[in-house]
Nanobody
């Protein structure tokens, strides 16, 4: 059964860095895209960054452009989110997600959250 496990969250000071990992398993038929989403208390879930499993095309939310970088290790079926210059507003619960089929562009899928499988997530807290 498809399963996603995230790691790498924690407490950091503003300006610090973290690297999140999301390991995928049980996708016997493969998957088309993996993304990172976050949700803070009182806020709606936001697509942070997503990447295509085929051509590597990416999407970044405007709020994280220039600070976050998504990457993948195909051999390990793992996707990473390198987060630099972290701000208090980045504080949220971050979840990885995978799509079993492509319903639209990576950008649209990420913005709409059109993913099929979701991990439990990892907490990121940015505070002094």
């Amino acid at each position: 059964q498809p399963h996603l496990v995230e790691s790498g969250g924690g407490l950091v000071q503003p300006g610090g860095s973290l690297r999140l990992s999301c390991a995928a398993s049980g996708f016997t038929s493969g998957f088309y895209a993996i993304g990172w989403f976050r949700q803070a208390p009182g806020k709606e879930r936001e697509g942070v960054s997503c990447i295509s499993s085929s051509d590597g095309s990416t999407y970044y939310a405007d709020s994280v452009k220039g600070r976050f970088t998504i990457s993948r290790d195909s051999a390990k079926n793992t996707v990473y989110l390198q987060m630099n210059s972290l701000k208090p507003e980045d504080t949220a619960h971050y979840c990885g997600a995978a799509a079993g089929r492509v319903s639209d562009s990576v950008r649209t899928m990420c913005v709409r959250g059109e993913y099929d499988y979701w991990g439990q997530g990892t907490q990121v807290t940015v505070s002094s």
